[in-house]
């Protein structure tokens, strides 16, 4: 059940915001009060960065400190890339890479695990879900972590699944690794328009 604020937020950003908005469910809720695809006037070109500024920020869960400190590390890349830079900071963070690899399964979730305690990064028990991971680094649950409820018929779930093609993922041994840099196949952000906004 998606909380009165969230759904709010879903039907204000896209469905894209929360895992819990992408259901054909919300669809017709959301549509029930108002479709967010029917807008009085079309937006200005301020309104649709703020917009997409507002969906980054929302679905990887992080203030507006966090999301101008990225802004500022992937501007300082000269040329061509800074977009790529973007995406590839905010999907470097711990809790979102917990996220992908399909333990957890929201980023929200992905962020309490890591903050509780349940991972390591390279064997180290890391704490803080805005940790940058990078290229060649082995996340693992925790070994006494391995029997809490929270991880119960992970096995099952994680059948089926398809990691992106930057991880790599162990059943077995219940452990993933950075195989490469975060490739931007995103279609529900304009990080474009996001760096535009700081721009200005």
């Not at 017709?28 to 920020?57: H, I, M, T, W, Y």
Request: hydrophobic share 35%.
């Amino acid at each position: 059940m998606l909380k009165k604020p969230k759904f709010k937020i879903g039907r204000r950003l896209g469905p894209g915001v929360y895992d819990k908005c992408q259901t054909p469910k919300f669809s017709a809720a959301s549509g029930k009060f108002g479709a967010f695809s029917r807008r009085p006037k079309a937006l200005s070109d301020f309104g649709a960065q703020l917009l997409e500024k507002q969906k980054v920020r929302f679905s990887y869960g992080i203030n507006e400190r966090q999301l101008g400190n990225y802004v500022k590390k992937a501007s300082r890349r000269l040329g061509a890339g800074t977009t790529d830079k973007f995406y590839e900071e905010l999907e470097s963070r711990l809790d979102n890479v917990v996220y992908r690899l399909g333990v957890a399964p929201t980023r929200r979730a992905g962020r309490q695990m890591v903050s509780h305690g349940h991972f390591t990064v390279n064997d180290r028990k890391v704490t803080i879900p805005s940790y940058k991971v990078k290229i060649g680094d082995m996340i693992k649950i925790r070994e006494g972590s391995k029997s809490k409820k929270i991880f119960e018929g992970l096995a099952e779930k994680l059948k089926d699944y398809n990691v992106p093609a930057w991880l790599s993922f162990d059943l077995g041994a219940m452990e993933g690794r950075i195989s490469a840099a975060p490739k931007n196949m995103e279609s529900f952000f304009d990080l474009n328009a996001v760096l535009e906004f700081y721009s200005r």
